[in-house]
């Protein structure tokens, strides 16, 4: 849809390019088959431009439908983006588990980290996933460094 982006993107010279997926794509209602296609073209034309970078996928977090009905796409979207990051050859981290996974809408609402919609999260909400990612990669780093050899 804008593919001034990809032009544009190695001007930051990227050693790693974070894409973190939201919930309003899933309210397509698209199979998960078809988004996955869609992502990998995405992460296809990132490194066509930048084939130097690494890629990082972040799964969808949990949300709702007419705040109450579970949202079982993003739930098959986390799936699927899992399942096949070693055979793209990307690296993810699972929000969607982190947030409570498709059940853990109404607990992250009742801790006051979700907006009323029940599909975006409030700033709360937003900064402990922030807080959650930084943890993971900084771990995940500490763990390449201790174990590298």
Request: proline share 6%; net charge neutral.
């Amino acid at each position: 849809k804008y593919p001034l982006f990809f032009e544009q993107l190695p001007a930051l010279k990227p050693d790693l390019i974070v894409v973190s997926l939201g919930t309003n794509e899933s309210f397509d209602k698209m199979a998960a088959a078809d988004y996955i296609a869609r992502m990998n073209l995405f992460i296809e034309n990132v490194r066509a431009k930048n084939p130097e970078a690494c890629v990082l996928i972040m799964t969808p977090p949990p949300s709702q439908f007419r705040r109450k009905y579970p949202n079982t796409f993003v739930a098959s979207y986390a799936k699927e983006i899992l399942m096949q990051e070693t055979a793209k050859n990307y690296a993810s981290w699972d929000l969607f588990t982190e947030m409570g996974g498709l059940f853990g809408v109404n607990r992250n609402a009742s801790q006051g980290l979700m907006a009323g919609d029940k599909v975006h999260y409030s700033k709360p909400g937003y900064e402990k996933q922030g807080t959650l990612f930084t943890e993971a990669l900084l771990n995940a780093y500490d763990n390449f460094k201790t174990n590298r050899d």
